[in-house]
């Protein structure tokens, strides 16, 4: 179930954001770089008929996984000074979430099943609140990792009942598919961070929307220097 959204309901609802993550799968072997995306289903009622990223809401489940490789020192550092309060299996369990959820919607997995996730090679790269009023709220973590990184084959992959037309777009963007806005936020500090830095830095800063005393605002989260 992706989460990478902000839109807004004319109704105002009191609800908690609940976890969530998603991940920017980059193919890095061509001259231009491309992230895959695919489109919900106009059935859903939540971000019907729009381009996303592969992700959606954390599971208990995710928590208590087992995992190959925990996440690279600088990733959970950042992680851990973006949510804090979160238990540590809590936060392991994005990391697990999104490569999860990559499967279920792309089957794109190393090996013949999920398992032993390898969360060493994520980088996370943003982070967004769905604001109040929202008949659901999420608390999403953009993760991002190379494809051959990964281990997977991109021919490999599949349509699924929460995504279809999975294709890589130019990392700069593509105007041609409907995005929520959100989502074009996040692949616009990918690119930004990507043009300067090819090799996708483990400890780039990494931003986060939310909004605060009614206005939509960009926070950053940066490796202690401590």
Known sequence: ???????????????RPRDAAAILLIDRSGADK?????????????????????????????????????YHPMTEQLLLAAVGSLAARRVRGLGVCALRELFEET???????????????????????????????????????????LGVDREMMSDSSELSDLRFIDIAGDISIKMPKITKTVLADLHSIVSSEPSLPF???????????????RDIVEESKS
């Open 1 to 15: 179930m992706p989460a990478n959204d902000m839109v807004s309901s004319s109704r105002p609802v009191r609800q």
């Open 203 to 217: 400890g780039s800063a990494v931003p986060c929307y939310l909004m605060r005393n009614g206005r939509f605002v």
């Open 107 to 149: 089957g794109l997995v190393k090996g013949r099943s999920f398992s032993n996730p390898d969360l060493s090679i994520l980088r996370y790269v943003a982070r967004a609140i769905t604001p109040p009023g929202n008949v659901r709220r999420y608390d999403t973590h953009f993760f991002a990792c190379f494809i051959d990184e």
């Open 34 to 70: 491309t992230v895959l995306v695919g489109r919900r289903s106009v059935r859903h009622a939540f971000m019907p008929d729009l381009y996303v990223f592969p992700g959606g809401r954390r599971d208990s489940a995710d928590n208590r996984t087992p995992i190959g490789s925990d």
